[in-house]
C-alpha cells in the first residue's frame, strides 16, 4: 500500500464524503469511491465513512483521515487474514456475526420504516384531543429520603411525626444522590418519574409528606411533596412533534407485530420437542 497515493486519493474527496455523524449515504451522483484495495477487497468510501462514524471521529484533518484509514485498513487486513477466515468458522464468532448482522439489518428496516410511514394532519389532530382535551397537567417540587428497607423507612416516617426536619434527616440517611442536597429533586413532572413514586406523589397534598413508605425498585421512599403548579397545556403546533413521534413509534409497534403475525417461528427445545410461535 503506498501512502503517498492514498493521500492523493484522500485530497480529492469532499470532507462529506469521509467523514459523517452517522453512516453516510452514497453522494448525490452516487459513486461510491474505492480507496484502498487489500488484496481482492476494496475500501471505498463508505466503508471510511462508517469507521470514522462509529469511532466518533469527525477526522476533519489531512492527518487525522489518513490516521483512520490507516485504522481501516488494518482491520480489514487482520479480519481477512488467513487466520481472521479460519475463524470465521468458529461457532460462537460466526454467531456473533449474524447477530450483529441481524441487529444493523433491523435498525436499517425501522430507520426506513420510520423515514417513509405517514401521518396524517387527522391522526395528529386525534393524537391532541385525546391527550389534552381534558388534561390538567402540573409538575411538582418534591424531595425525599431513600432507604435500603421498609423498617427503615418507617423508622425516619416517625421520626418527621415527631417534629424532625425532613432536608436534616435526608442528609443524614437517604442513600439516594439528592441525600446530600437534602433530597431535593426540583421540579419535574409525573412522567419522569417511574409510577409509584409519581403516583405517591400526585396523592400527596402540597406540604405533606407520606405516611407509608413508598417501594420502587430503587428501594423505599419517604416523600414530601413540597409544592405543585399548574402547567399551560400546549397547542397543536407545539405539541405536534411529540405527538408525530408517538404515532409514528405505535405504527412501528403495529409494523413489526404484522411481521411476527405472519412469520413462521418455531421454538425448539434442549429435547428436540418443538412448538410454533
Not at 43 to 72: D, W
Not at 181 to 188: A, E, P, S, Y
Not at 226 to 239: C, F, I, Y
Request: aromatic share 6%; net charge positive.
Amino acid at each position: 500500500m503506498k501512502l503517498t497515493r492514498i493521500a492523493c486519493i484522500l485530497a480529492l474527496l469532499p470532507l462529506s464524503a469521509l467523514a459523517a455523524d452517522k453512516p453516510a449515504d452514497p453522494p448525490a451522483d452516487g459513486a461510491v469511491v474505492p480507496l484502498v484495495r487489500v488484496g481482492d477487497f476494496k475500501i471505498t468510501n463508505l466503508h471510511y465513512s462508517i469507521f470514522a462514524a462509529e469511532q466518533g471521529n469527525a477526522a476533519q484533518s489531512k492527518p487525522q483521515q489518513m490516521r483512520v484509514l490507516n485504522e481501516l485498513v488494518n482491520t480489514f487486513m487482520v479480519a481477512r487474514s488467513d487466520v481472521g477466515r479460519k475463524l470465521a468458522d468458529n461457532a460462537e464468532i460466526k454467531a456473533a456475526m449474524e447477530v450483529d448482522n441481524a441487529r444493523l439489518l433491523a435498525r436499517a428496516v425501522i430507520r426506513d420504516f420510520l423515514d417513509k410511514v405517514k401521518i396524517s394532519d387527522a391522526e395528529i389532530k386525534k393524537a391532541y384531543d385525546a391527550q389534552y382535551a381534558h388534561a390538567k397537567p402540573k409538575e411538582y417540587k418534591a424531595r425525599h429520603i431513600l432507604l435500603k428497607t421498609e423498617d427503615e423507612a418507617k423508622a425516619v416516617i416517625a421520626q418527621l411525626d415527631k417534629g424532625a426536619d425532613f432536608a436534616k434527616l435526608a442528609k443524614e440517611k437517604s442513600t439516594g444522590p439528592s441525600g446530600r442536597n437534602g433530597g431535593d429533586l426540583g421540579w419535574f413532572t409525573p412522567e419522569t418519574m417511574v409510577k409509584p413514586f409519581a403516583e405517591a406523589v400526585k396523592a400527596l397534598k402540597d406540604g405533606a409528606y407520606s405516611k407509608q413508605p413508598v417501594k420502587t425498585q430503587f428501594g423505599w421512599h419517604v416523600i414530601l411533596r413540597e409544592k405543585s403548579r399548574d402547567l399551560p397545556v400546549p397547542t397543536l403546533a407545539e405539541a405536534r412533534p411529540k405527538l408525530v413521534k408517538k404515532l409514528k413509534t405505535n405504527k412501528l409497534s403495529a409494523y413489526i407485530r404484522s411481521l411476527r403475525d405472519k412469520a413462521d417461528i418455531e421454538v425448539i427445545s434442549a429435547k428436540g420437542d418443538s412448538g410454533k410461535k
